[in-house]
């Protein structure tokens, strides 16, 4: 499963929208909302084709897709030395696969700010400058043990050198190691190494309903932020986190009219997870059946034995072919024989790239 890691300063609506997202968990037998420490939380994923899937087959069960949110403790100018939590807020990042950076988006003086004025492109470096010396440190220390292999001429050590040196050039220069331009084979020899600024970052605009929110304010700190997050090859989400999570105590037929009473025109929550599948190339596939309709995760280019993987190993060992069809193209039939009588069913060999919102029967040997 997934780990997104929510960062941010002190005071900007991490445990908020942890909160607001814990809480919004789509009920399902296999992924209950569970507290494997306070901190960390199994959030099923909304999916309205999911529930239609449901529907058509009446299943007796259904069962998300889902993604592990981590609210980590703040993080304070100077994380990298140990300043506040630190070193426990570095390792924390480290498990998680992508990172989730909350910035406050919204002027009150009622809500005190770290460095006592809203700046979000100075809290977006303050966050990445603390990754990135972290990183400088790991890249550093890494160079220094290969030092006695790469004088002997070690193939390996030699190759692994040439990308720490290049992804250190990036770090002195203040960016980010994603921004390196590694290839594929070069990130792999660096891997083991887990660098926190090779992890996609999703950033979150926190907003507030009825505050002075700089997306609504032409002052210019909007648009430098906007600009900052694509200079750094990143994507941005607003969200409102205090409204998400009071939302969450109000009947759903009721939420839009409370939306629009706050002026909140669209779901975080929904816009945040989409945002987060992005960052991580994610796309969704079905299964369905009386028993049980199910959403599965792979990564965005995976081929059907690869997809097979993520239900079972013999999906993928001892692939012989997949059943395909779009969702929506199997909701309009009405049926799964209705669907393979119209034609509308194909048959996949080991090359399919699977395609998102396709459901799927998996043959194998």
Not at 16 to 29: H, I, Q, Y
Not at 233 to 242: E, F, H, L, N, S
Not at 294 to 303: F, Q
Not at 347 to 359: I, R
Request: hydrophobic share 40%; aromatic share 6%.
């Amino acid at each position: 499963m997934l780990k997104i890691g929510i960062v941010g300063l002190p005071n900007v609506g991490k445990s908020t929208l942890f909160n607001a997202l814990t809480k919004a968990a789509v009920p399902a037998e296999n992924y209950p909302f569970c507290t494997i420490d306070p901190s960390v939380g199994v959030v099923g994923v909304p999916d309205e084709r999911l529930d239609r899937l449901t529907e058509l087959s009446k299943s007796e069960k259904t069962v998300p897709a889902a993604i592990e949110f981590v609210d980590i403790a703040g993080l304070v100018k100077g994380a990298s030395e140990g300043e506040g939590l630190g070193n426990q807020f570095l390792s924390h990042i480290r498990e998680v696969d992508a990172i989730l950076q909350m910035v406050r988006f919204f002027d009150d003086p009622d809500v005190i700010h770290v460095h006592g004025d809203v700046d979000p492109v100075r809290d977006i470096e303050v966050i990445n400058l603390e990754l990135i010396l972290a990183d400088q440190q790991s890249v550093s220390g890494r160079r220094d043990r290969l030092k006695g292999d790469v004088k002997a001429g070690k193939k390996e050590a030699v190759a692994e050198e040439a990308v720490l040196s290049k992804i250190e050039q990036a770090l002195l220069a203040g960016k980010l190691a994603r921004t390196a331009g590694l290839t594929d084979e070069e990130a792999l020899l660096i891997k083991s190494l887990n660098l926190l600024t090779m992890k996609p970052i999703l950033y979150s605009f926190n907003g507030k309903a009825g505050g002075h929110n700089l997306s609504e304010m032409n002052d210019g700190r909007a648009a430098a932020a906007y600009e900052l997050v694509e200079s750094l090859g990143g994507k941005y989400v607003g969200v409102d986190a205090r409204t998400e999570h009071e939302l969450n105590d109000v009947a759903g037929e009721d939420k839009e009219m409370f939306r629009s009473e706050l002026g909140v025109q669209v779901d975080g929550l929904d816009a945040l997870i989409r945002g987060a599948y992005e960052t991580l190339g994610l796309i969704t596939f079905f299964t369905t059946g009386p028993k049980e309709s199910r959403a599965w995760t792979v990564k965005r280019g995976a081929t059907a034995p690869e997809a097979g993987a993520a239900i079972h190993n013999d999906f993928k060992d001892k692939f012989i072919r997949a059943e395909v069809i779009a969702t929506p193209t199997l909701l309009l039939d009405g049926s799964w024989s209705a669907a393979r009588d119209k034609g509308d069913i194909r048959t996949e060999g080991k090359t399919y790239v699977v395609q998102d919102g396709d459901v799927m029967v998996f043959l194998h040997s």
